[in-house]
């Protein structure tokens, strides 16, 4: 079994392209990039570093989630709620079938986890 370490996530390079989200709402669309890591004995959960850069677009995932925010700042609005102002430092925890509309204002990159449904 081997562990797999992601240096100074914060700022590594080389993230993938992912293309722009399914329903972006800005124009241009906020470019999608990362890096998925397969984690052995994690089931169908997925997990990963992820980074967008400024726009809004809506949250498609039906999945639950959690992330740590390493850089950047954003808001989340969800569904029928108020905005949640996030960034560099936080912790968000993503009830399954969360709704709602992503603004992000800096760069943003995160570790996530999305629990198989």
Not at 28 to 50: D, F, H, M, Q
Request: net charge negative; glycine share 10%.
């Amino acid at each position: 079994m081997s562990i797999t370490i992601l240096r100074q996530s914060a700022t590594l390079t080389g993230l993938q392209d992912q293309g722009f989200p399914a329903r972006p709402l800005s124009e241009p669309p906020c470019r999608l990039s990362g890096i998925e890591v397969t984690l052995p004995g994690a089931g169908e959960n997925a997990s990963g570093l992820w980074q967008c850069e400024p726009g809004r677009f809506e949250r498609q995932l039906a999945n639950a989630e959690v992330m740590h925010i390493l850089a950047g700042a954003c808001s989340f609005t969800p569904t029928d709620g108020e905005p949640l102002l996030f960034g560099a430092g936080d912790t968000v925890f993503f009830p399954a079938h969360t709704t709602g509309v992503w603004h992000v204002t800096e760069t943003l990159r995160k570790v996530y986890v999305v629990m198989a449904l």
